[in-house]
């Protein structure tokens, strides 16, 4: 069997991760991989498992599927000034249209015979149309993101997605936003979840040489994971910290990531004098040794499709406490190993007050959550499945 997956970049990201722990299991199952990257930059690059072909974009294509910051830092200086080019095409012919003709080209010129068994697009807007452009009795899509956020292009449209054979969703209830949208591919719809390799995440976690995070012994650990943009919510951390009053002096809070909002979110917590209750460590590509020093994992997101750094906690034997949407009741929903609240500040606030004033509560899931196990073999064999049907 052999697949092409479609991506973007490999950009640090937890759809990336995912990608990359689903190709590293195919792998080993025998399924030849060829993964087409529009841009062949970022820090996952290197993490791409052996066996796996990578394909990659045209100049056009690569200057436009990623970020400026990671075009300075991995790719030719050339494609800088491609990316400055490429804005300039776009409010002449239109970006949709642009970007169509980018795609649809490069197809034509690169994919002419009917060479793989499925093509999968593994991540919504684009990778999705590009799939439609390639010769394959089975196109499959994959949405990672909760379909009621999306915005513009990354919504795709029903032209497009009547030519996949199945669409598919990490989560029930990502589905379900789709499918209130889209009521007539409902047979099309198929709920897979990511692969999560624990041993590997366990094994990159025994560091015993990684930098420590937190300094205070005496103070509740929390960690939190991503990008520090509006998705993930990371601002509403010192409001928290705020409405905690005393309390805040209990925590010692690492937030793992860079991101556009990071500046304004130092100055609020500096402007509220909370400056040494958070520490910002940035980015990593391994980030699961400092993940397993925390006492509780907090995700603050507005909303996720299937939030792998939940699972990814859990695994280290970090219990969660979460916001309240669609995927994470799938996930914490009754579960002794973890707590969602309301989405909002509020909510946030007042779980956090409950848990630190009752830290017996917190030892309790850090106990389960030591006995949290996820089965990744059914996932292969579903997707197998619906390539073969």
């Not at 599927?65 to 300039?88: D, E, H, N, R, W």
């Not at 032209?159 to 379900?176: P, Y």
């Not at 993940?291 to 969660?320: I, K, N, W």
Request: with cysteine; glycine share 6%; hydrophobic share 40%.
């Amino acid at each position: 069997m052999k697949i092409l997956f479609v991506m973007y970049n490999m950009e640090i990201g937890g759809t990336r991760r995912s990608l990359l722990n689903l190709l590293e299991k195919m792998v080993k199952a025998g399924v030849q991989c060829d993964l087409l990257l529009f841009s062949p930059y970022g820090d996952f690059m290197n993490q791409i498992p052996h066996g796996v072909r990578v394909l990659h974009g045209d100049i056009l294509m690569q200057s436009i599927y990623a970020t400026k910051q990671t075009l300075k830092k991995y790719a030719p200086s050339y494609l800088v000034l491609m990316k400055a080019v490429q804005k300039i095409l776009k409010k002449v012919f239109g970006e949709k249209r642009f970007y169509d003709h980018v795609m649809r080209g490069y197809a034509k010129r690169h994919f002419k015979n009917n060479d793989y068994d499925a093509v999968i697009a593994f991540q919504e807007g684009d990778c999705v149309k590009f799939a439609t452009y390639v010769p394959s009795p089975c196109r499959l899509g994959w949405i990672h993101n909760d379909y009621g956020n999306l915005q513009g292009e990354q919504r795709g449209t029903p032209a497009i997605f009547s030519k996949l054979d199945s669409i598919l969703f990490v989560a029930e209830g990502t589905r379900r936003t789709f499918v209130e949208a889209y009521p007539q591919f409902a047979d099309k719809m198929r709920v897979i979840p990511n692969i999560l390799p624990q041993d590997r995440i366990r094994e990159s976690a025994s560091d015993d040489d990684a930098e420590k995070i937190f300094t205070d012994l005496n103070r509740i650990h929390i960690v939190s994971v991503g990008r520090v943009a509006r998705q993930k919510a990371f601002e509403r951390i010192p409001e928290v910290l705020d409405g905690l009053g005393t309390l805040s002096q209990r925590i010692e809070w690492s937030v793992i990531g860079d991101g556009p909002d990071l500046p304004r979110l130092r100055e609020e917590l500096e402007t509220k004098g909370l400056q040494d209750c958070v520490h910002f460590i940035g980015a990593r590509n391994n980030p699961f040794p400092l993940v397993r020093q925390a006492d509780l994992y907090v995700l603050t997101s507005l909303y996720e499709s299937q939030p792998m750094v939940v699972m990814e906690a859990l695994t280290l034997g970090v219990p969660v406490l979460s916001t309240d949407f669609a995927s994470v009741r799938e996930l914490l929903g009754n579960k002794p190993f973890g707590v969602i609240c309301e989405n909002s500040v509020a909510g946030l606030t007042d779980s956090l007050r409950r848990l630190l004033e009752s830290p017996k509560e917190i030892q309790s899931m850090q106990q389960s959550a030591k006995e949290y196990e996820y089965d990744n073999d059914a996932i292969i064999f579903a997707i197998v499945g619906l390539i073969r049907r």
